[in-house]
């Protein structure tokens, strides 16, 4: 069975610091698909990326990074210099190749910067 | 951005009482999800559809029912609602095509209080 486990419940942090949210997953699929979401107290679920079980590279998207370790079976996403705007929870989930596409959801960090 | 629209934000009715959530999307995609979300936990898929007339049940059971007619419309019914229905509602969508790589575009959700 498929499983996403985000060990941090909640982070906070003061603006500026970095911050690394860490995400082990687990499956039996040999192609999957991991990614990261971000939902603001708004609510709504804000899509932030997408990497596939043969691409190893890590990314780098302005302040965000993130690191895929096969080998550990995590993806970790860190913040560079933090800022309030941060602020949201953030959810790392699994989908398995060639079904329904399902998204398996970890249960979630929860990062507050503060000023 | 994504255009998925949910109705209604919020929702606040008594127990007993036939409820129906909306959820339109105008990106032509033809899966479409439900998930349900309790304050501070994971989404738990309940429903998914493939396409018009496609409908199945998610991993977490729920008493509520869904229907595809069209395919930007994936609308949510609770017959008898009940304060265990209490709970953030996320409507979602994907492109049919790819192999689980595709990302889910998420409503702003539906906040339901059943007294």
């Known amino acids: 069975a498929q499983k996403v486990t985000q060990a941090q419940t909640e982070i906070s942090v003061v603006e500026k610091e970095d911050v690394t949210l860490d995400c082990v997953y687990e499956t039996r699929d040999t192609t999957y698909y991991l990614f990261w979401y971000k939902q603001p107290p708004s609510g709504e679920l804000v899509f932030l990326i997408r990497?596939?079980?043969?691409?190893?590279q890590n990314e780098i998207s302005g302040r965000y990074s993130w690191n895929f370790q096969k080998s550990t079976s995590s993806f970790n996403f860190t913040i560079t210099a933090s800022q309030v705007v941060d602020s949201a929870v953030y959810f790392c989930?699994?989908?398995?190749?060639?079904?329904?596409?399902?998204?398996?959801f970890g249960k979630g960090t929860k990062l507050t910067v503060n000023p | 951005e994504a255009d998925i629209y949910q109705t209604p934000r919020y929702l606040v009715i008594g127990t007993g009482k036939k409820i129906t959530l909306e959820c339109s999307q105008t990106m032509g995609h033809d899966k479409m999800y439900w998930y349900q979300q309790d304050p501070g936990m994971e989404l738990h898929l309940i429903h998914y559809?493939?396409?018009?007339?496609?409908?199945e049940k998610g991993d977490l059971s729920s008493e509520s029912t869904v229907s595809r007619i069209r395919t930007e419309h994936f609308p949510l019914t609770l017959e008898s609602a009940r304060p265990s229905h209490t709970s953030q509602y996320l409507c979602?969508?994907?492109?049919?095509?790819?192999?689980?790589?595709?990302?889910?575009?998420f409503g702003p959700g539906t906040r339901l209080t059943v007294l």
């Open positions: 990497r596939n079980s043969f691409d190893e």
């Open positions: 979602a969508s994907s492109d049919l095509l790819g192999q689980g790589d595709n990302e889910q575009f």
């Open positions: 559809s493939y396409g018009v007339n496609s409908t």
């Open positions: 989930a699994l989908s398995e190749a060639g079904g329904s596409e399902k998204l398996v």
